[in-house]
């Protein structure tokens, strides 16, 4: 087999003109942020508002409540209705596990759980989440 070509940007659609950064970022505590969506619309964190959203086919970007201090999506559900958010706890090591509503709603503890990063499974009825234990002194 031969290997295959690397891939290529072929083009590009600007989705915001609104001027705010938008970085895939990782956070303090290792976190990715990253692009979400759900096939309409597209989640992410920018400077200023942190979570916000604009539709897939562009527009303005509009901030997202989630509710939660130090926070950002994970994930989002395969139905679209659910956000899963970590909120960085105070060692910024671990994040705390939530469940926010879509389009609004209070968000939800998901059990005692805490992690780096998480996912919903395609089924939607399970979530798969990174768990690492600080072994330093600095957690």
């Given at each position: 087999m031969r290997p295959l070509a690397p891939p290529r940007i072929t083009g590009f659609t600007q989705l915001t003109n609104d001027g705010r950064q938008k970085p895939n970022t990782v956070t303090?505590?290792?976190?990715?942020?990253?692009?979400?969506?759900?096939g309409s619309r597209l989640y992410f964190w920018e400077f200023g508002p942190g979570m916000s959203q604009v539709s897939a086919s562009g527009g303005a970007s509009i901030p997202?409540?989630?509710g939660l201090q130090?926070?950002?999506?994970?994930?989002?559900?395969?139905?679209g209705s659910e956000l899963l958010v970590?909120?960085?706890s105070q060692n910024y090591y671990q994040s705390l596990?939530?469940?926010?509503?879509?389009?609004?709603g209070s968000p939800r503890r998901l059990a005692d759980i805490t992690g780096?990063?998480?996912?919903?499974?395609?089924?939607?009825?399970r979530i798969l989440?990174?768990?690492?234990?600080c072994l330093s002194d600095l957690c």
């Amino acid at each position: 087999m031969r290997p295959l070509a690397p891939p290529r940007i072929t083009g590009f659609t600007q989705l915001t003109n609104d001027g705010r950064q938008k970085p895939n970022t990782v956070t303090s505590n290792g976190v990715l942020l990253p692009i979400i969506s759900d096939g309409s619309r597209l989640y992410f964190w920018e400077f200023g508002p942190g979570m916000s959203q604009v539709s897939a086919s562009g527009g303005a970007s509009i901030p997202v409540s989630l509710g939660l201090q130090n926070a950002g999506a994970l994930d989002i559900s395969p139905t679209g209705s659910e956000l899963l958010v970590g909120s960085f706890s105070q060692n910024y090591y671990q994040s705390l596990l939530w469940i926010v509503p879509l389009p609004a709603g209070s968000p939800r503890r998901l059990a005692d759980i805490t992690g780096q990063d998480g996912t919903w499974f395609p089924d939607g009825t399970r979530i798969l989440y990174a768990y690492l234990p600080c072994l330093s002194d600095l957690c």
